[in-house]
Every structure is written in C-alpha cells, then in structure tokens.
C-alpha cells in the first residue's frame, strides 16, 4: 500500500488526462457529489475514524469521498477525506486541490445535491467565479416562491432565481441554452 501510495497523483493525472482525451479536451459541466466509504474496522487511523454514517454503521470507522465526473460519467478527479468531515466542508477543499493538480474548472459549471447548499459555499464559488447549480429543499423557500416553483405554466428550461444571482444566472442560460430567468427577489423577502 505505501508504494501504491507514492503514485495515486500519477494515476490521477492519468485517468484524468485519458478521461478529457475521450472528451476533446472539453468539459462544461462536473458533477460533484460526495459518500462515505465505512471499514469493518472499529479502529480508528489518521483517515479511518468515525463521523455520521449514512450506512448506520457509526460504530466503524470510515472515509469521505468527493467525486467529480463529467456528465457523460468520467472521472475527473477525486479527494479523500477523514471519516468525521462534514460534506459541505469538502467542495472548495476539492476544488482547490483539482485546480492545483492542473483541472481547469474556470469555465466548468459544477452541479451538486444540497448538502452543498449553504452560504459560504455559495459565496465562495461566486467569489471564485464558479458557475453552479445545487439543489435546495423545497419546503425551505417561502410560501411565494414555492409556489411560483410548481406553478406549471413555466417550461422545465425556465429557472427562478434570485436577482442577487442575475449574473451567474445569465452564465448558465448561456451555456445550457435557458430561455428566460424569473426574477424571484420578491419572493425572498
């Protein structure tokens, strides 16, 4: 294990490098999602330790993984991370490191669940310039705005954002081809 170790950055490199060959060195879109991997193994080391098990085995120690694939599905890149790290602490982490191993995310739009969905999160990637997309908790949003969510008249390229995002907004429509932004500032308040 610690000669296999010593060449994970390589084989990273590698399996990235395979990975944007296959796409023509392009890719606009990462999908960022992050799992916990537990051990039969009640020890804990300087990786394996206990933190909140989605498995229900708090009992074992275990690992968080961050991953990021292309929308068609391949890896580009991957970030280990003790066993009690919270996940929304693992997205700038990851990125820094992609960025670091040579990952141009400059112009990448990252897509990730709502774990992801939290203010200094959001503020990081738009002082970043990175262009994304999380899911939020329906029920979290106020009355109005929940409701201009379901309201069926709008088509799915349509999307409800607050103006305070206009800017990014206008990035994703032009890269996805969106129609129209709904300006849901009013119903934030």
């Given amino acids: ?6 060449v994970i950055p390589s084989l990273q490199t590698l399996i990235r490098s395979a990975s944007l060959r296959l796409l023509d060195n392009k890719v606009s879109l990462l999908l960022f999602d992050v799992t916990t991997l537990y051990f039969e193994s009640e020890t804990p080391d300087e990786l394996r330790t206990h933190g909140f098990s989605k498995d229900q085995k708090a009992h074992l120690t275990q690992v968080v993984l961050a991953l990021a694939s292309s929308q068609e599905g391949l890896p580009m890149g991957y970030e280990l991370f ?6 929304t ?24 669940d709502r774990a992801m969905f939290n203010e200094p999160n959001l503020k990081a990637l738009e002082d970043r310039n990175i262009t994304y997309v999380v ?27 607050p103006s305070a995002l206009s800017v990014l907004a206008t990035r994703i429509y032009r890269a996805f081809g969106l129609h129209r932004a709904v300006d849901a500032e009013p119903f934030l308040s």
């Fill in 89 to 112: 602490g693992t997205l700038l982490k990851s990125i820094d490191s992609w960025k670091a191993q040579g990952l141009s995310i400059d112009h990448i739009c990252f897509v990730a």
């Fill in 135 to 161: 899911a939020a908790k329906l029920k979290t949003l106020s009355k109005d705005l929940k409701s201009q969510c379901l309201d069926k008249t709008y088509s799915p390229w349509e999307l409800i954002i």
């Fill in 1 to 6: 294990m610690d000669k296999l170790d010593k």
């Fill in 82 to 87: 003790k066993g009690n790290q919270a996940e």
